[in-house]
């Protein structure tokens, strides 16, 4: 956790960090290019809870197979997802695999997803406000996993991977992926995300990834090691300290950081050098020790 005294320091250096980053050049790498292509609210919840539920591994593995599944919804994915039918859409999904994932876990999700806008006319409004985050999550995800599914059983086999496509909140994983389409929901509209949802986005808990958890320990945010839903809302903490209304405002680009390979889980001396952070970075700070010794030892010999 921050202490007050390194979130005084830190925190004009993470603003200068996001002020100066280029989220735009980004966001064909992130899955939230996707959603972006809509513009109807109801379009991009869908598109964006397809998006993030099935982010997972490699960008350039998922992203073709998103591509075609919503290809294959034809204009609008809402309108689809509404007037879902396991018989009459099953070409739409059979076949689909990826990784844990096949055609049946998807098609529950979508049929899910169409009960919901059919009783609440959006997710958003199926999304409970007034209780605390992770139980909010606990009830959204349990409606969508215990959609009947008896007709897709018999239309495209047994639900395999439903629990990694939807995890649970109630067994204290991260929930990455599920607190990432938060993020999208609730923050901006800023070019990133989409500000759909009346969430308050002092409420969000950051998407915690290797990249995020990693970077958050070489600036001090936690000092845990486990990807859990306790480390997330500990960096989120810690970041509140910096900005209370909007703790994951950082996510995005401290996320990419990484993911681009400037902040690689083994780092490479001179991107540290020029990093904007280098001097609230654990590997950063050591740095001048570093060359110091180097040079003393070569006036030395």
């Known amino acids: 956790m921050l202490s007050p005294a390194r979130a005084r320091a830190l925190g004009p250096l993470l603003d200068r ?32 809870l397809l998006a993030c539920s099935l982010a997972y591994g490699r960008v350039d593995l998922f992203k073709p197979k998103l591509e075609r599944l919503l290809a294959s919804m034809g204009g609008s994915p809402a309108d689809f997802a509404a007037a879902f039918d396991p018989k009459r859409h099953r070409a739409v999904f059979e076949g689909f695999v990826y990784r844990f994932n096949l055609a049946s876990d998807i098609a529950l999700l979508v049929a899910g997803m ?48 439903l629990d990694h496509l939807l995890p649970d909140p109630a067994r204290g994983g991260s929930c990455k992926r599920l607190l990432l389409f938060l993020r999208w929901m609730a923050r901006g509209p800023d070019g990133v995300d989409f500000g759909l949802w009346k969430l308050p986005t002092s409420r969000l808990v950051i998407p915690l990834d290797t990249h995020i958890a990693r970077i958050s320990r070489l600036l001090g945010l936690t000092a845990r090691n486990d990807l859990s839903w306790k480390t997330a809302a500990e960096i989120t ?16 680009a401290l996320c990419h950081y990484g993911m681009s390979g400037v902040c690689p889980a083994r780092p490479v001396r001179e991107n540290c050098r020029r990093c904007a ?25």
């Not at 996001?18 to 735009?24: K, Q």
């Not at 209304?245 to 995005?252: A, E, G, I, L, T």
């Open 17 to 48: 960090f996001l002020a100066d980053y280029d989220h735009r050049a980004r966001i064909a790498f992130d899955p939230i290019e996707l959603p972006h292509r809509y513009r109807r609210p109801e379009d991009v919840e869908v598109s964006a």
């Open 114 to 161: 169409g009960a919901m806008l059919r009783e609440h006319g959006s997710l958003g409004a199926a999304f409970r406000p007034d209780v605390p985050l992770r139980d909010a999550l606990i009830d959204f995800t349990g409606r969508l996993r215990n959609h009947p599914r008896a007709a897709i059983v018999r239309e495209l086999g047994p639900v395999r991977g």
């Open 237 to 252: 903490a810690s970041l509140a300290l910096l900005d209370a209304n909007d703790p994951v405002k950082y996510d995005f």
């Open 277 to 301: 952070l280098r001097v609230s970075c654990k590997v950063g700070r050591r740095l001048p020790n570093a060359r110091a010794k180097l040079e003393t030892a070569h006036h030395r010999g």
